[in-house]
Every structure is written in C-alpha cells, then in structure tokens.
C-alpha cells in the first residue's frame, strides 16, 4: 500500500472475477500503485476484472489514463474490464470524457460479476 492514508486498494476475489475496491482519491501520487495491481492481475490472465470506484472521491487524468490503459491491455487477451461507479462527480466525468463508452459502468459489483 501507498503511504497515502486517503488511498487504498483492496483486492476481492470473486470466484473467478478479482474484484479491486479502491477508496480515496486516484492521482499521479497514488496512479502507480493501481496501474501495479491492476498489471499483475491481467498478467494472470483472469477474463473478467472489476474495478469498484464506490469509494473513490476523486480521479484526475493520470488515474483515467492507468484505467484506459488496463482496458486495453485485458480486452487484448480477449477478457474486459468492469467499473462500478456510484458517485454522480465521477459518473459525469466518464461521461463528458466519452469513457462511459468504452468501459461498461456499472453501479453494483454484483452485477459487474454476471456475464
């Protein structure tokens, strides 16, 4: 973990489906750590990896840039990557970016799993 207090990863493996729970905010300090994670996971090769941003107060451009570049990289191996996303500031970002496009958004993790 980051030594940022305000920052956290929590991986929560669903039987199959890695589930990363990110709280605090997401920025050019913190952005290293998620993209690290987020690389062993797809290097492991899982079809389906869920990223909860439920938590999340705040992503800039770089935290948008390491999820880009992780949807990229999983859907290259023929698996995807899942958001879910509740807070409204984030969701308006996703959308006024044209990212709500790209990812599939969903607002439960429980739905993120479910094909």
């Not at 996303?85 to 969903?106: A, C, N, R, W, Y």
């Amino acid at each position: 973990m980051t030594s940022e207090a305000a920052f956290e990863v929590v991986e929560s493996p669903h039987p199959g489906v890695p589930i990363l729970r990110v709280q605090g905010e997401i920025d050019v300090a913190t952005s290293p750590e998620l993209h690290e994670l987020l690389s062993d996971l797809i290097a492991d090769g899982p079809g389906v990896i869920i990223v909860d941003l439920t938590d999340v107060s705040f992503i800039d451009s770089t935290g948008l840039g390491v999820l880009v570049g992780a949807v990229r990289d999983v859907r290259a191996g023929g698996g995807d990557l899942r958001l879910v996303v509740t807070q409204p500031h984030i969701i308006k970002l996703l959308e006024l970016t044209g990212l709500d496009d790209v990812f599939s958004v969903l607002s439960d993790s429980s739905d993120a799993v479910t094909p």
